[in-house]
């Protein structure tokens, strides 16, 4: 069994998340999702629209994710690997270089953004309103 991890805050759910999760669970065949807790996003001067624990709602009834887990802080990916026995950490290509840290543990992969949408650019719109 090939196992896949991703992480994001996953607010204010848009196609460019849903395309995110479906290539991400088509790299194996199980889908962990780390999302950003309301505390750990706080530290990052992020407020959400929706909860941690309705994020989490949301995600575990989309088709593509298997298990959702807590994201409290920078450092835990390491360990996330570990205890999840992943295989293939993804994320988008924003981040690019970021995680090549854990090609020791497991194969990274950065994938493209969907263009022209992002959680800052539904946020803008909503605001001009």
């Known amino acids: 069994m090939i196992k896949v991890l991703t992480y994001g805050t996953f607010d204010l759910l848009h196609h460019g998340h849903i395309r995110l999760?479906?290539?991400?669970?088509?790299?194996?065949?199980?889908l962990t999702v780390a999302v950003s807790t309301d505390q750990f996003n706080l530290g990052k001067g992020k407020m959400c629209a929706y909860t941690y624990e309705e994020r989490v709602h949301i995600l575990r009834a989309i088709r593509y994710v298997d298990n959702v887990i807590p994201e409290t802080d920078w450092?835990?990916?390491?360990?996330?690997?570990?205890?999840?026995?992943?295989?293939?950490?993804?994320?988008?290509?924003d981040w690019e270089g970021e995680f090549d840290f854990l090609k020791d543990y497991c194969k990274v992969l950065y994938l493209p953004r969907t263009p022209d949408i992002s959680t800052t650019q539904v946020k803008e719109m909503l605001s001009n309103k």
Request: proline letters at 0%; glycine letters at 6%.
């Open 21 to 30: 999760l479906e290539r991400s669970r088509a790299l194996g065949d199980h």
């Open 75 to 93: 450092e835990q990916k390491i360990d996330d690997v570990k205890n999840h026995d992943i295989d293939i950490f993804v994320i988008g290509d």
